[in-house]
């Protein structure tokens, strides 16, 4: 049996009473980032439903699209970088765990029109400049997962 687990930081935690853990807001008011939340998660359903594979098809964090900011300034993402760092920390413990991943997918490749926000957010590890001709630039974590794999 495999699980997949969508969105696990956004609508999963915000559904959480706030008491049970810190978290702290990214752009859009529905998410929440907290990074040993998906180690909980991992374990949990390894114990709750028998040790089935799991595949996380999405995991990740947006800001605003700020278009008064240099294109240099807008592909330095370090804080998409610690996020993914953080979380895929928590991953690898639970793995050692023997919890079994098998797959982990940022949210997402580029940036793209998000269903309640438009394009006032960006999601992406690519920079989409939607102003000319939807060019694509690799922003700062795009480079940092590159190095990562490599490993």
Known sequence: MDCKI????SYFLSTLPSFIFY?????S???YVYPRGIYDLLVY?????????????????NEHNNA???LKEALVDTHRIDYHYRHLAYVHKAIGEGVRVK???????SDTFEWFSGYTIRFGIHFIDFENGLKRH?????????????K
């Open 6 to 9: 969508y969105g696990f930081n």
């Open 23 to 27: 978290k702290s807001q990214a752009a």
């Open 29 to 31: 008011d529905w998410l």
């Open 45 to 61: 359903t390894k114990t709750k439903y028998g040790d089935p594979v799991i595949y996380i098809t999405e995991n990740g964090i």
């Open 68 to 70: 008064s900011i240099p």
């Open 103 to 109: 797959g982990y997918f940022a949210w997402s490749f």
């Open 138 to 150: 690799p922003k700062l974590s795009a480079q940092w997962f590159k190095n990562f794999l490599k």
